[in-house]
């Protein structure tokens, strides 16, 4: 037995899984240290961060984030940062569930030329129909309002969702379905009130990247909102980086801003994500 032992604990430390833990985390400290540097840099003067750009604080420096809120409108563009984000998310989470689950229930030549048809999308960069995209958001009359970015955010959602959403719901058995039905529950009914609370970490996973995606956008609202107004936490601060000179303490006191909230719904939503994209991925 204690020979047995020996060995198992041998096995634990293999070299290869050394090396491995050793790249990671090489990896991890290679994609914290921006993170590690802007919040440094929001507590220094923009002296100091052009002195001594990776030299720690020597004290708390809070007058950055008063000249933030003082020398712009950080306010309106944190407000629209919020509308964006919520509206897009709420519609999102209403609208492409629903599709997917009409195209995975209902198999046919047409719901499987339709998810192709969605999955292709997923093919064609941005860049390549961002001008006809401008132009049909004016023949809408929605170009320069957040109905705007509101509409490409969830269009641009439906692909990656339908393909997420489709993948989980193969694991979920048509039994409890037919079993609500039998109840008397309508198929709209039978959607949200049986299967979709089953759908929590992969609703849990879009929430997250598409949250992301839509907080952090740059893109989009610096081009669909009028240049007289103010925009989103991104495209505001990065009004403070000029031609010739650059308010660094003021645009890592932003970013920081920008980074808080994004944080902490990720940590909170974290162990629902990991368990949506993995169990979407091995049902896929």
């Not at 064609?124 to 129909?129: A, G, N």
């Not at 039905?181 to 990247?209: E, Y």
């Not at 650059?246 to 909170?268: E, H, K, N, Q």
Request: hydrophobic share 50%.
């Amino acid at each position: 037995m204690k020979d047995q032992t020996i060995k198992k604990n041998k096995q634990k430390f293999r070299p290869s899984q050394v090396a491995l833990f050793a790249l990671t985390l090489v990896l991890a400290v290679f994609f914290l240290w921006p993170v590690f540097f802007a919040v440094m840099s929001a507590f220094k003067s923009n002296g100091d961060i052009l002195k001594s750009p990776v030299a720690l604080p020597t004290s708390l420096y809070l007058k950055n984030f008063q000249d933030l809120f003082a020398q712009s409108d950080f306010v309106t563009a944190i407000k629209h940062s919020l509308i964006l984000t919520i509206v897009s998310e709420a519609l999102i989470v209403c609208l492409v569930p629903m599709a997917a689950y009409a195209i995975e229930r209902r198999s046919s030549r047409t719901t499987r030329l339709i998810y192709t048809y969605f999955l292709a999308g997923m093919m064609i960069p941005f860049h390549l129909y961002m001008f006809p995209l401008f132009k049909e958001m004016k023949i809408f009359g929605i170009y320069g309002t957040l109905a705007g970015p509101i509409a490409c955010y969830i269009s641009g959602s439906v692909a990656f969702g339908t393909l997420l959403y489709s993948s989980f719901l193969k694991g979920v058995p048509l039994e409890i379905e037919e079993a609500a039905q039998i109840d008397g529950c309508t198929p709209f009914q039978t959607f949200w009130q049986v299967t979709f609370p089953l759908l929590g970490p992969c609703t849990a996973s879009m929430v997250v990247l598409n949250g992301l995606n839509i907080w952090n956008d740059f893109l989009m609202p610096y081009l669909a909102l009028p240049s007289n107004m103010a925009k989103t936490i991104t495209v505001e601060v990065y009004s403070f980086v000029g031609q010739y000179t650059a308010r660094w303490d003021i645009v890592f006191a932003g970013t920081v801003c920008s980074i808080v909230p994004a944080l902490c719904i990720f940590i909170l939503l974290q162990k629902y994500f990991v368990k949506g994209i993995t169990a979407g991925a091995a049902k896929g």
